[in-house]
């Protein structure tokens, strides 16, 4: 069975700063995707950024990218110059091949970016 | 289309009363999917459909809990005989079929039973 692993419950980072968010997977699964998800406050989950796992370059989308490590099945979530609206919980998430499209997600890290 | 829809977006009813809630897709979806998440966790995958077929449930979805999607357009999630521990936040997202891995979620429907 596939997991996905949050370790950091909370982080916080002042307002143009960079942070790391981290996750950790596993499967037995060659054929994958991984994926960051937003939920701001009382409002929908909403995509961040997408990595196939066949590939080797690193997503990227704006300020928003990702550090794969496939071997490590490590999958991190860097926000370069964060903004008051990047506050939000994220969501690591793993969709396998065999899954029949569901996802697997992390427990979540809430992030607060601070003025 | 502006999206996945969820009504109600608030419920609260008391212990034992059955509920239903609805959720729109995106139009061109054939794939549905219920979440349910409690507070501070990551949502955990109750069902999902393709058109009206549904093809998973979870071992979480226990006897009191069905869905159905009929036409394959949108679906409900009835729960009978709520219990405490169904208090959570229920998320119905959409999706187009195998090739597209990008799931649209709804603001999801929060359930507290007293």
């Known amino acids: 069975a596939q997991t996905v692993t949050q370790s950091q419950p909370e982080m916080s980072v002042q307002e143009a700063e960079t942070v790391t968010l981290s996750c950790t997977y596993d499967?037995?699964?060659?054929?994958?995707?991984l994926f960051w998800y937003k939920q701001p406050p009382s409002r929908q989950m909403i995509l961040v950024i997408r990595?196939?796992?066949?590939?080797?370059q690193n997503a990227t989308e704006n300020r928003f990218s990702v550090n794969f490590q496939k071997a490590a099945k490590s999958f991190s979530l860097k926000i370069s110059d964060s903004q008051l609206g990047d506050t939000a919980m994220y969501f690591c998430?793993?969709?396998?091949?065999?899954?029949?499209?569901?996802?697997?997600f992390g427990q979540g890290t809430t992030l607060q970016v601070k003025p | 289309d502006t999206g996945v829809s969820q009504d109600p977006r608030h419920k609260i009813t008391k212990r034992g009363q059955n509920v239903t809630f609805r959720c729109d897709p995106i139009?061109?979806?054939?794939?549905l999917y219920w979440y349910r998440q409690t507070l501070g966790q990551g949502p955990e995958f109750l069902t999902y459909?393709?058109?009206?077929?549904?093809?998973?449930k979870s071992r979480l979805l226990s006897d009191r809990f069905s869905a159905e999607r009929p036409k394959g357009s949108f679906s409900t999630l009835e729960i009978q005989r709520t219990e405490q521990g169904d208090s959570a936040m229920y998320l119905c997202?959409?999706?187009?079929?195998?090739?597209?891995?990008?799931?649209?979620f709804g603001q999801g429907t929060r359930l507290t039973v007293v």
């Open positions: 990595q196939e796992a066949y590939k080797q």
């Open positions: 459909f393709q058109n009206e077929a549904q093809l998973e």
């Open positions: 998430a793993f969709w396998g091949s065999s899954n029949t499209g569901k996802l697997i």
């Open positions: 499967t037995s699964e060659s054929n994958y995707y």
């Open positions: 139009s061109e979806h054939n794939r």
């Open positions: 997202a959409s999706s187009f079929t195998v090739g597209s891995t990008e799931a649209f």
